[in-house]
């Protein structure tokens, strides 16, 4: 009777409530005995709770945690109440029902008295504005998604975090709040100690955890591991995703648990499981999927075996930048840099490379800008062209953000460069970029003379990528040059190359130019169009329909302009008007 008794205490008009539940919770009576007394208490919880003459509603919070006598008299309490004005209001969490929370739960369900609203986990921006409530200052980008991933959007863990570390959550040692780690560390004590280590070493594992790998771990078969996963389900620790894996409840619970080891354990497990994937690759991490390499990057850094965190973890960052997981990227490099700390490892060039590029993607310019200038230093101190040529080229697109003369200067350096190194698809790129600011200056004579040598390099080299570029900005140039004719053919080969090499986002934007800088001419007869509106139509509606498919908003918006423009030249102002304003919105 605990929460009712705990009411009992605090409202001086239900001090009678209190005697009867003590007495009904004292032992010593038989058992028809303490059925009576229990039959009697339900009956005064409800004559206390309910008054006869007005309506009134009773909340009771966190029913999980409620004992089964409690859940009990709920029921009782509950008879009839859908023909009076009184209510009740329970929460409790879905993943941690007793069996004797699912009972009460059936049976309400069956005399239809049950209204069930579940609430989904807080979003990002939810979060932001439970953080800023509480702070009074806002969370970044990077500080929002730390919060979200760490409370997994538990309003009870969001409040911890930010109470305990008043939002700054960035940390990668961010202490586990003590209200959370009792949580946790309550249902692991109903754990026997052999299922509570496997808990543990689970969560070595990761957040999901796949059930091969712990049954690897604890040396089990398939039938026990599932008999102890299912006690770690029921308590609330983990839930069955697919039958192969199971998933901590959130990253705090896993954290949690992990603690119960010892540093040591935790090393020797780590290693363990590095020892398992490579094992199960048959020996040779290039058998390994993107996702579990990433898995064995970060085991064999935890583990402080360093020469392996350093090959697994550079391998792990290319893989997620090919992905643009600039974060999961920019977290295995971390681990590289201190590991080849420890392991007294000088970093190659091309890793500080590695590092800008990620660094570049989330906008962190001036980490990247410092990474670029040791890897163009390292480079030029190691003899590498080609590196100081990579180095010094991403150093110009950088520098064009903040400075033009700075980008144009280190455009210069990158040309040198590339044609120290000799490779022609270097010259094709650079040369390209130096074009492409031609025009942007509109010295349309000097771009086309540059993306004509960038075009010949790129054939040279049979780069189609590059190929492709340039036939868009020559596409471009050409025609705000006047020459539509051949702006046309180029970028109608660029597209074709696009197609070919299955770049979309390349793709959207060359069918858009052809929408449009050739497009904008349809409204003018006084330079001959070597196309149609139906054309300019059709290849400003592909893009939209690539974009779509991407998810990618802002070419959608982009793409929606350009079939709004071709809409509005060929008077059809309707239909122009509502392409062109889901365009701004979604811009």
Same mark, same amino acid.
């Given at each position: 009777? @605990?929460?009712f008794?705990?009411l009992a205490?605090t409202?001086r008009?239900? @001090?009678?409530?209190?005697?009867v539940l003590t007495?009904?919770? =004292?032992?010593?009576d038989s058992?028809?005995?303490a059925?009576?007394?229990r039959?009697r =208490?339900?009956?005064?919880?409800?004559?206390?709770l309910?008054?006869?003459?007005g309506?009134?509603f009773?909340?009771?919070?966190?029913l999980?945690w409620?004992d089964?006598?409690s859940l009990?008299?709920?029921?009782h309490?509950?008879r009839g109440?859908?023909s009076t004005?009184?209510?009740?209001?329970v929460?409790?969490?879905p993943r941690e029902?007793?069996?004797?929370?699912?009972a009460l739960?059936a049976e309400l369900e069956?005399?239809?008295? +049950?209204d069930?609203v579940g609430l989904a986990p807080l979003?990002?921006?939810?979060?932001?504005?439970m /953080?800023?409530a509480?702070?009074?200052?806002?969370?970044?980008?990077?500080?929002?998604?730390?919060?979200t991933?760490?409370s997994?959007?538990n %309003?009870?863990?969001?409040?911890?975090?930010?109470r305990?570390?008043g939002g700054?959550v960035?940390?990668?040692s961010v202490?586990i %709040?003590?209200?959370?780690?009792?949580s946790v560390?309550? *249902?692991?004590a109903?754990l026997d100690?052999t299922t509570?280590r496997? /808990?543990?070493?689970a969560?070595?594992?990761g957040r999901d955890?796949?059930?091969d790998?712990l049954?690897?771990?604890v040396?089990?078969d398939?039938?026990?591991? /599932?008999?102890?996963?299912?006690?770690l389900?029921?308590a609330?620790?983990?839930?069955d995703?697919?039958g192969?894996?199971?998933?901590f409840v959130?990253e705090l619970a896993?954290?949690?648990v992990?603690?119960?080891l010892l540093?040591?354990?935790?090393?020797?497990i780590?290693?363990e499981?590095?020892?398992?994937?490579l094992?199960?690759?048959?020996g040779?991490?290039?058998n390994i999927?993107?996702r579990t390499?990433?898995?064995?990057?970060?085991?064999?850094?935890?583990?402080r075996?360093w020469?392996a965190?350093?090959?697994?973890g550079v391998?792990?960052a290319?893989a997620a930048l090919?992905r643009?997981?600039?974060?999961?990227a920019l977290?295995?490099?971390?681990?590289?840099?201190?590991?080849?700390?420890?392991a007294a490892?000088?970093?190659p060039?091309h890793?500080?490379?590695?590092r800008?590029?990620a660094?570049r993607?989330?906008g962190?310019?001036t980490?990247a800008?410092t990474?670029?200038?040791?890897?163009a230093s390292g480079?030029d101190?190691?003899g590498e062209?080609?590196?100081?040529?990579?180095a010094?080229?991403?150093l110009?697109?950088?520098?064009?953000q903040?400075?033009h003369?700075?980008?144009?200067?280190?455009?210069?350096?990158?040309?040198?460069?590339?044609?120290?190194?000799?490779?022609?698809?270097?010259?094709?790129q650079?040369?390209?970029r130096q074009?492409?600011?031609a $025009?942007?200056?509109?010295?349309?004579?000097e771009?086309i003379?540059?993306l004509?040598?960038?075009?010949?390099?790129?054939?040279r080299?049979?780069d189609? *990528?590059?190929?492709?570029?340039?036939?868009g900005?020559?596409l471009? $140039?050409?025609?705000?040059?006047?020459d539509?004719e051949?702006?046309?053919?180029a970028?109608?080969?660029?597209?074709?190359? +696009? *197609?070919r090499l299955d770049?979309?986002v390349?793709?959207?934007?060359?069918l858009f130019?052809?929408a449009t800088?050739v497009?904008?001419h349809?409204y003018?007869d006084?330079?001959?169009v070597? $196309?149609?509106?139906?054309?300019c139509e059709?290849?400003?509606?592909e893009?939209?329909a690539?974009?779509?498919?991407?998810g990618w $908003?802002?070419?959608?918006?982009?793409?929606r *302009?350009a079939?709004?423009?071709?809409?509005?030249?060929s008077?059809?102002?309707?239909?122009?008007i509502a392409f062109?304003r889901?365009?701004?919105?979604q811009?």
């Amino acid at each position: 009777f @605990g929460p009712f008794i705990d009411l009992a205490a605090t409202d001086r008009d239900l @001090g009678h409530l209190a005697d009867v539940l003590t007495t009904a919770s =004292a032992g010593g009576d038989s058992a028809e005995g303490a059925e009576l007394k229990r039959r009697r =208490a339900f009956d005064e919880i409800r004559g206390a709770l309910f008054d006869e003459g007005g309506a009134t509603f009773v909340v009771v919070e966190d029913l999980h945690w409620a004992d089964d006598v409690s859940l009990q008299a709920l029921g009782h309490i509950t008879r009839g109440i859908e023909s009076t004005p009184h209510r009740l209001i329970v929460t409790y969490r879905p993943r941690e029902q007793s069996p004797a929370l699912v009972a009460l739960l059936a049976e309400l369900e069956r005399r239809r008295v +049950l209204d069930d609203v579940g609430l989904a986990p807080l979003d990002a921006e939810a979060i932001a504005a439970m /953080a800023k409530a509480m702070t009074d200052s806002e969370l970044s980008a990077e500080q929002r998604q730390r919060l979200t991933e760490l409370s997994d959007g538990n %309003p009870f863990h969001v409040e911890e975090l930010i109470r305990s570390t008043g939002g700054d959550v960035l940390s990668p040692s961010v202490a586990i %709040p003590r209200t959370v780690e009792h949580s946790v560390t309550s *249902r692991l004590a109903t754990l026997d100690p052999t299922t509570r280590r496997a /808990a543990a070493r689970a969560a070595i594992i990761g957040r999901d955890v796949p059930v091969d790998q712990l049954a690897a771990l604890v040396g089990w078969d398939r039938q026990e591991t /599932a008999e102890r996963a299912a006690e770690l389900v029921a308590a609330g620790l983990v839930v069955d995703i697919d039958g192969d894996r199971l998933r901590f409840v959130h990253e705090l619970a896993r954290r949690a648990v992990e603690s119960e080891l010892l540093a040591m354990e935790r090393v020797a497990i780590h290693r363990e499981l590095v020892d398992f994937l490579l094992r199960r690759a048959g020996g040779s991490a290039s058998n390994i999927d993107e996702r579990t390499r990433g898995d064995l990057a970060r085991h064999a850094y935890e583990g402080r075996a360093w020469t392996a965190a350093i090959e697994y973890g550079v391998a792990a960052a290319e893989a997620a930048l090919k992905r643009w997981s600039a974060r999961a990227a920019l977290a295995h490099l971390d681990h590289v840099v201190d590991a080849a700390g420890h392991a007294a490892v000088e970093l190659p060039a091309h890793l500080r490379l590695l590092r800008a590029r990620a660094h570049r993607l989330v906008g962190q310019n001036t980490e990247a800008r410092t990474d670029l200038l040791a890897a163009a230093s390292g480079a030029d101190a190691d003899g590498e062209p080609g590196c100081a040529w990579e180095a010094h080229y991403e150093l110009a697109m950088l520098g064009l953000q903040d400075s033009h003369e700075r980008g144009v200067g280190e455009l210069a350096t990158a040309l040198e460069k590339a044609r120290e190194w000799g490779e022609p698809a270097a010259i094709a790129q650079t040369l390209n970029r130096q074009g492409n600011l031609a $025009t942007n200056r509109f010295d349309f004579d000097e771009a086309i003379e540059l993306l004509d040598e960038a075009m010949s390099y790129a054939e040279r080299a049979g780069d189609d *990528r590059v190929i492709a570029e340039t036939g868009g900005h020559l596409l471009v $140039t050409h025609a705000l040059h006047g020459d539509l004719e051949a702006g046309r053919r180029a970028g109608a080969a660029a597209v074709q190359r +696009l *197609r070919r090499l299955d770049e979309p986002v390349e793709l959207v934007h060359a069918l858009f130019s052809m929408a449009t800088v050739v497009g904008e001419h349809l409204y003018s007869d006084q330079v001959p169009v070597p $196309t149609t509106v139906a054309t300019c139509e059709a290849e400003a509606r592909e893009a939209l329909a690539i974009a779509t498919s991407l998810g990618w $908003t802002a070419g959608a918006a982009l793409s929606r *302009r350009a079939v709004g423009g071709v809409l509005a030249a060929s008077d059809r102002p309707a239909e122009a008007i509502a392409f062109l304003r889901e365009s701004e919105r979604q811009a």
